[in-house]
């Protein structure tokens, strides 16, 4: 399944010669010098996304007898591109469902930096599979990636973590010794969190700057000064983390971040301009990119995350689109339960829950490639790891058949990871063409081998092969080399 | 989840014997953790116990790497067990009031109903719903966030302050705006010009109104003296005296001592 180096350079230059430009850069050497940060970012596959709907589908063709009773699509539906496939159902073909799928756009676009792997999740239990392929079941003092991400890179950025996602992918770690600063700000309104960035901008009852400077130092110097409960609780860490985030927040109100980060145009219903708060000199390239950024959460969650990454306020930045049904005029967008809409109707929720996720990702890629991460020639997009985690895979069986089925939730499933400094343009395990299930691989090993005794690689792998793909060090965690998830290694 | 239940129970013996009422659970909004985050119980500072932290995993994993990756320069030194901050060992005794009992003492102290106390836009309630998981809460009907933060997340004094300065403002303006029916400013004297006596009675029983209602305590002669000199630094202000209470106001009420109990 794996390519050649060789391979991938060629195949990369046949897609268009972005994933070759792509993989020069992944080349550089990057330091992991904290100064030097590296960005996450999570566009989660909330409710349990089926990777044989995706990057390793299986044609009717390739599966022989069993092909009536496992999840294959009609020859015609998939499309080998390197070594990935992409599926595409024609519209009205599954029971009126159907429509344009991004996949292999996507494919085309970014095979070159994306990494499709196997993964074994270690419960099928959502919230508990979403935590723990965000915190690696625990691997490492309890931290999520994006808290290990923050505390390494995020001294300098005032919002290090900001996770806009939700269920148990909104959970917070459970490390003690996390730096405040680092811990997740939840965010469940994108078009309304920039106001909580500013204690007196846009308020309904006008406060001056200068005024609420003088209240701050007043409440320092005569209250908080002269309070008994304080003063027995210095040490206590609520109080010393209050204080922390105050010092942080001071930095976010002189960035500007309210202005930066506002991407809601003035409306009747959000009257913005009313109380003087201007919106983001982004939003007409934010509208473009993402078209339903004033109806829909998911791309204003996008939309949001590109801004927080370009202003350098936060290195690690989740989303998620929700589990509930969307609907935008007479357009279903969201699936209700997202992917794990495939409980009752399987093939056609899966395929729009991919392009909805595919279609942000791709778009968050493009503004980050757009924009210079310095005076050096790198983008934002050269130092950021886009990943796609998913809680577990889906069930594959079916009715003989049956073009419409419903499936449970699997153990196995896979990941996606779409960066320049990702093992790209590869498949880590495989897809049994006969059965249609998973079979891993050697997570040590640097290409890919695969290795039919297991179906994936833990949750501690996915969680040590993120990690050191971004340059976070662990000393003494006792975590696994993943090296076949990083370029060069 | 034996590792958890054990880890329960040690923590309400802890507390047991600490003599800590545990009533403070129930009574605190999504006190009861959310959806089984492995060691939450650990991490919640619910129990005013000395929380350790969690052992270096001890799985069979073969040697740690530690590993920086391969194109990255050598390691820094990174977070691990034996680097722990102070703070981690030290025990939490002050509790962060989160939005729905903060909303409710500024209600009483400022005599405002629910829905005067603070709207974003003048149109979205600030506590319930803006800010609520800023303010401490979880939001686990509309916005599928099913825990909340075991400490006070990094935008809460920012998001408290916006809803301290309009409640603030709006009772500042209303008992200016009617004395007689003030329930603060009671029997403050404002002039023409918008200047008020500092000196006077009034004001001294106002600013001790405000601590009581709200600090539990009476100011210390140092505070209120403080706050006498403070209107000298507003008086070229087009209304010292509105703008001496709004800062006043805003101060009490924005305070750590206010937030936290």
Partial sequence: MSFTRRQLFIESARWGGVGAAAMALGSRRLSANPAEPRFLLNVCGLGGAS?????????????????????TFPDAWVERIGPFTAVSIPPGDVAGFGGDSIQPEFVRRHGGEMLVYTHRASSVNHPIAQQRVLNGDRAWLGRTLPEAVAAHYGDAFPLANVNMAMSGFAEHGSDPSLPSW??????????????????HLGLSRPWAGSEVQRMRAARARIVEAHSELLRTNVDDPMWTQWREHRDRLALLESAGAVEKLNINPSTDER??????????ADLPRLQAAFPRLAQDPFEAQAALAFL?????????????????????????????????????????????????????????????????????GES?????????????????????????FGTAHDLEGAQVLVSPLANGG?????????????????????????????TGISEKETYAGVLHLLGVPTPGSGLPDVRALRRNA | MRADLAALVGSVARAVAAGIVLTAIACTEGGASGPATSGA???TPDAGVLTPPPPPDASTEPADAGVAPADAEPPEVGPSPDARPPAARV????????????????????????DEVCQELDRFDCTHDVHRVALGGSDPYLANVYARAAQPPLNAPLAWERVVLTACAERVDRDLAEPEAASWLKEIEIDAAGQLDPASAAVETAVRTLYREALLRDPAEAELDAWRSAYADLENEAAPGRSWARLVCGAVLTSAEFVFH
């Avoid at chain 1, 044989?52 to 599966?63: G, I, P, Y």
């Avoid at chain 1, 700000?185 to 106001?195: K, N």
């Avoid at chain 1, 998973?438 to 081998?449: C, M, Q």
Wanted: proline letters at 7%.
């Fill in chain 1, 51 to 71: 990777i044989q709907d995706a990057f390793m589908a299986v044609r009717a063709s390739e599966a022989g007898a069993n092909a009536p009773y496992i999840n």
């Fill in chain 2, 91 to 114: 025990a939490s005794n002050l509790r962060f009031k989160r939005f729905d009992q903060l909303r409710l003492e500024l209600q009483r102290v400022l005599a405002l109903e629910a």
């Fill in chain 1, 271 to 280: 009257p913005f301009d009313d109380f003087g708060l201007p919106t983001s």
């Fill in chain 1, 182 to 199: 680092a811990r997740a700000i939840s965010v469940t309104d994108p078009w309304m969190f920039p106001l909580a960035l500013s204690g």
């Fill in chain 2, 41 to 43: 119980v650990d991490a």
């Fill in chain 1, 426 to 454: 590869q498949v880590l395990g495989e897809v049994d063409r006969q059965s249609g299930r998973l079979r891993g691989f050697d997570p040590e090993a640097s290409t890919s081998v695969v290795d039919a005794s297991r």
């Fill in chain 1, 380 to 404: 934002l997009w050269d130092r950021t790891v886009l990943f796609m985690p998913t809680e577990f895979g889906r069930g594959q069986y079916r009715p003989e058949n049956a073009p419409i």
């Fill in chain 1, 308 to 376: 927080l990454l370009k202003h350098r306020l936060s290195v690690s930045v989740t989303i998620s689109p929700a589990p509930q049904q969307l609907r935008i005029g007479r357009e279903v967008v969201n699936a209700s339960s997202a992917f794990d809409a495939a409980h009752g109707v399987h093939r056609p929720n899966q395929a729009l829950m991919w392009t909805r996720i595919l279609r942000v990702a791709d778009r968050l890629i493009d503004l980050l490639k757009a924009e210079p991460y310095n005076g050096a």
